[in-house]
C-alpha cells in the first residue's frame, strides 16, 4: 500500500508543473505592461527599459517562471495590483468562509445524495426511483445561483426561517455558523447531489445483480445488511471517485454561491478580481483551487485501497 | 373457429389469445420507445423557434432604455417586466434565447472537433499520446469554470472568446473519450485486417476508426452543449462573460442582482428559461446516450 501511496504522490508532481505553467502563462499573457504602468505617463521609452530590467521582466519566460515557481514553493503569490497586498494574505484571510461552505456543503450533499441512490437502486423502476431521477436530471439542469436564489427568496425573505445573507465565522459559534451557511451549501449542493445519487444508483443497480448479492438474500441476510455492507461497500470505489471529480464543480459552484449569499470568501475575491482586472489575484486563486483539486483526487486515489485492498498498482 | 376433426381441438387463432397489440404508427412508436428524446428534442425545437423567430414575437427593442418606466412588475403590456433601465424583460429574456443556443452549440461543435482531432492523433501516434495526455490532466485538474475566468480576463469580452474560452475546458474530457475508443478499436480484428491488407492510416482513420467515435462524441457534445449554457450563465452572471450590452439570460439576471429581494422577477424569467432549455438539452442527451450508446446507457 505505501509503494501505491508514493507512486501517486510522486505522479501529482508532473500535473501540478504543468498546472503551474498553465497559470504562470496567463499572467506572462496579460494585457498591460506592468513596466510601463509603474513608470506612469512621463516616463520615456528609456524609463519604461529600465524598470523592465530592474524587475525583471525582461528575461525570458523560462526563466521567469522557473523564479515564480521558487516563489510560489515559498508562499510568494505575489502582489495585487488594486489593494498592493501580498496575494497569499489576501487568500489567507478569506479562506476560512470558502472552506466551511465547501466542507458543510460536502457533508451534506454526501449524507443526503449517497442514500438517495441507495435507495433508488434498491427500489429501481418503482416512484421513489423516478423521483430521485427527476430530481438528479432538475439539479443538472438549473444553474447553482438559481437554486439560491429560489431558496433565500423562500426561506429567508418570505419565511424568515435564515438569513439572507452574509457569514458569522464559527468562532461565533456552531449554531449561528451552520444557520448562515445552510441555504448556501443547499443551493451549492443541488447539482453535486444529482451527479452523485445518479451515480450512486448506477452503481448499486450494477453491484445488487451481483452473484454474491443473490447468494446473501438467498441464505437470509436481511436487507440492510445486504445494501449498506455487500452492496454501497463495493460500490464506494466509483463513488468516491466521482465526489473528487466532482470537487471541480463545487469549486466553480462556490465562487457563484459567494456572489449569491455576500459570503466574503475566496470566491467573492476572485469576482472581484475580475471586474478590476487584478490579474496576481485572479493567478493565485486559479493556483489555490487547482492544487487543492489535485490534492483531493490524489486523496480519493489513497482511499481507493482503504475500500478496495485488491487495488496495488 | 375451432373445428372439431376425430375429437381434436385446433388451436385458437392467436388473435383470441393475445392480447390486441396496439397499433403505433412509426413516430408513435419512436416516442413510445425513446420518450426523453422526443420530449427534450420538443422542448429544444420550441426555444429554438423563440429564438429564431424573436423579433416577430411582440417584441421590442431588448436594448432601449426608457428611464420613465424602470422596475414594472409584470403587467399586460410588459409581460415579464421592466428592468432597472426600463428595458423591457420579456424582449430581453426572449433574443437571450439566442446567445445561449449559439454559446451551447459552438462550444459543443468546437470542442468535439477539436477534441476528436486531438484524440485520434493521440490514440494513434504513441510519441504524442505521453506529451498530449499530460497537457491534458493539467488543463483538466484546473476547475472549468475558473479556467474559463482566467482566460476571460485575459481577452476582452465577446461572444466570439465566451465560446473559446468554454471549449477549452470542455477539449480534455472529449480527447481521452475519444483516444479511449480508439485504443479500443485499434485491437479490432477489423482494423488489423486492414493493416495488414496494406490499407494506409489516414484512409484507416477516417473510413474505419473516425465512424465509431460518433456516437459516443455525440453524446458527449449534448452535455457539453447544456453545461456550455450553464457556464455562459455563470461567466455572465460574475461579470467574466458575455459582454453586458448584449441581453444573455446571465447578464439579465446579474442586472437584476441588485434588485431581487423587492423585483425577484428580473431574476426568475431569464433563470426559467436558462433551466428549461438546460432540461430539454439534458433530456436529449440522456435519450441519445440510451439510444446509442447502450452500454453506457448502463453504467451512468
Known amino acids: ?313 | 373457429m375451432s373445428t372439431t376433426t376425430m375429437g381434436i381441438t385446433a388451436a385458437p387463432d392467436l388473435g383470441e389469445v393475445l392480447p390486441p397489440r396496439k397499433q403505433r404508427g412509426k413516430i408513435g412508436m419512436f416516442i413510445y420507445r425513446h420518450p426523453t428524446i422526443f420530449v427534450g428534442g420538443l422542448l429544444l425545437f420550441i426555444i429554438l423557434c423563440i429564438g429564431v423567430f424573436a423579433p416577430l414575437l411582440f417584441t421590442t427593442d431588448p436594448t432601449a432604455l426608457a428611464p420613465a418606466r424602470r422596475t414594472r412588475a409584470p403587467n399586460a403590456q410588459y409581460w415579464f417586466g421592466t428592468d432597472m433601465l426600463g428595458r423591457d424583460v420579456y424582449s430581453r429574456v426572449l433574443y437571450g434565447t439566442r446567445i445561449s443556443l449559439i454559446v451551447g452549440f459552438s462550444v459543443a461543435v468546437v470542442a468535439s472537433v477539436v477534441g476528436m482531432f486531438i484524440g485520434l492523433t493521440s490514440g494513434f501516434i504513441r510519441q504524442v499520446d505521453a506529451i498530449v495526455m499530460r497537457v491534458m490532466d493539467g488543463l483538466q485538474s484546473i476547475p472549468g469554470i475558473l479556467l474559463a475566468i482566467a482566460l476571460m480576463a485575459l481577452t476582452r469580452a465577446s461572444v466570439e472568446n465566451v465560446i473559446v474560452a468554454i471549449a477549452v475546458t470542455q477539449v480534455p474530457p472529449v480527447s481521452r473519450l475519444v483516444r479511449s475508443v480508439v485504443l479500443s478499436l485499434r485491437e479490432q480484428p477489423y482494423v488489423e485486417a486492414a493493416v495488414a491488407a496494406g490499407t494506409r492510416m489516414p484512409v484507416i482513420i477516417i473510413k474505419h476508426i473516425l465512424p465509431n467515435t460518433l456516437a459516443p462524441v455525440s453524446v458527449q457534445a449534448t452535455f457539453i452543449c447544456a453545461s456550455a449554457m450553464l457556464t455562459e450563465a455563470t461567466l455572465s452572471f460574475i461579470g467574466a462573460g458575455t459582454p453586458p450590452i448584449i441581453p444573455s439570460w446571465g447578464n439579465i439576471m446579474a442586472e437584476g442582482r441588485a434588485l431581487w429581494q423587492v423585483k425577484p422577477y428580473i431574476v426568475f424569467f431569464p433563470a426559467a428559461f436558462l433551466s428549461v432549455t438546460v432540461l430539454a438539452v439534458n433530456l436529449l442527451g440522456d435519450g441519445l446516450r440510451d439510444a446509442l450508446d447502450p452500454r453506457l446507457a448502463k453504467r451512468i
Not at chain 1, 495590483?81 to 465547501?102: G, W
Not at chain 1, 441507495?118 to 438528479?136: F, N, S
Not at chain 1, 493556483?287 to 485501497?305: A, E
Open chain 1, 1 to 313: 500500500m505505501w509503494a501505491y501511496a508514493i507512486r501517486r504522490i510522486i505522479a501529482t508532481i508532473p500535473v501540478m508543473g504543468i498546472v503551474a505553467l498553465f497559470v504562470f502563462s496567463l499572467l506572462y499573457l496579460a494585457p498591460g505592461d506592468p513596466a510601463a504602468i509603474i513608470a506612469g505617463d512621463q516616463a520615456t521609452p528609456a524609463d519604461v527599459e529600465r524598470i523592465r530590467a530592474s524587475l525583471g521582466l525582461d528575461r525570458p519566460f523560462l526563466v521567469r517562471f522557473l523564479e515564480w515557481l521558487w516563489n510560489v514553493l515559498n508562499g510568494d503569490l505575489g502582489v495585487s495590483i488594486f489593494t498592493n497586498l501580498p496575494v497569499a494574505h489576501m487568500i489567507k484571510q478569506r479562506i476560512e468562509p470558502t472552506l466551511s461552505l465547501m466542507v458543510l456543503t460536502l457533508t451534506f450533499a454526501i449524507s443526503f445524495a449517497v442514500p438517495m441512490g441507495v435507495v433508488a437502486a434498491w427500489k429501481q423502476g418503482k416512484w421513489v426511483d423516478r423521483l430521485v431521477m427527476v430530481v438528479a436530471v432538475l439539479g443538472f439542469s438549473v444553474p447553482v445561483f438559481v437554486v439560491g436564489y429560489v431558496l433565500a427568496y423562500t426561506f429567508a425573505l418570505q419565511l424568515d426561517w435564515f438569513p439572507v445573507q452574509g457569514y458569522t465565522p464559527i468562532t461565533a459559534g456552531l449554531g449561528p455558523w451552520i444557520n448562515n451557511l445552510a441555504l448556501p451549501a443547499v443551493a451549492l449542493g443541488s447539482a453535486f447531489i444529482a451527479l452523485l445519487a445518479r451515480i450512486t444508483r448506477a452503481t448499486m443497480l450494477e453491484v445488487l445483480s451481483q452473484d454474491y448479492v443473490r447468494t446473501a438474500k438467498a441464505k437470509g441476510v436481511d436487507q440492510k445488511t445486504i445494501l449498506f455492507v455487500h452492496g454501497l461497500k463495493n460500490a464506494a470505489v466509483p463513488i468516491v471517485t466521482i465526489i473528487g471529480l466532482g470537487f471541480a464543480g463545487l469549486i466553480g459552484g462556490a465562487v457563484v454561491t459567494e456572489s449569491v449569499f455576500a459570503i466574503p470568501g475566496v470566491g467573492r475575491l476572485v469576482v472581484d478580481a475580475i471586474l478590476r482586472r487584478d490579474y496576481p489575484v485572479i493567478q493565485g486563486v486559479v493556483l489555490m483551487f487547482s492544487f487543492v483539486y489535485v490534492i483531493v483526487n490524489l486523496g480519493v486515489d489513497l482511499l481507493y485501497t482503504v475500500f478496495d485492498p485488491r487495488i496495488r498498482y
